[in-house]
């Protein structure tokens, strides 16, 4: 059974950073593409970043380039998404997905299987 558990999540003020962390079991965590996704209160979940299985391709949405970071261990099948420079528009749950494969999708359709997700809030 696999099961993605998202950790880190919780409440920070504008400008500051918080770290989350997806721990995945159950698949060969190597063979995944891994990607966060967001959704905040009434909009629809949106891609934010995904990393390919050996962690040396990353893409991201515009609106967090240069403010996040995708990384992966794949020795201990987590990935991690380091967030700075928060913006109170950054609220909202975040997901953790994956992706048999090589190729980075950016829609929530591509991904196989999901996390619970996190919230993270941010304060102006």
């Known amino acids: 059974q696999v099961q993605l558990v998202e950790t880190g999540g919780g409440l920070v003020q504008a400008g500051g950073s918080l770290s989350l962390s997806c721990a995945a079991s159950?698949?060969?965590?190597?063979?995944?593409?891994m990607g966060w996704f967001r959704q905040a209160p009434g909009k629809e979940r949106e891609f934010v970043a995904a990393?390919?299985?050996?962690?040396?391709?990353?893409h991201y949405a515009d609106s967090v380039k240069g403010r996040f970071t995708i990384s992966r261990d794949n020795a201990k099948n987590t990935m991690y998404l380091h967030m700075n420079s928060l913006k109170p528009e950054d609220t909202a749950v975040y997901y953790c997905?994956?992706?048999?494969?090589?190729?980075?999708?950016?829609?929530?359709?591509?991904?196989?299987?999901w996390g619970k997700g996190t919230q993270v809030t941010v304060s102006s």
């Open positions: 997905a994956a992706d048999w494969g090589q190729r980075i999708g950016i829609n929530a359709y591509e991904y196989e299987f």
């Open positions: 159950g698949l060969t965590f190597s063979s995944y593409t």
């Open positions: 990393i390919n299985w050996s962690g040396g391709q990353t």
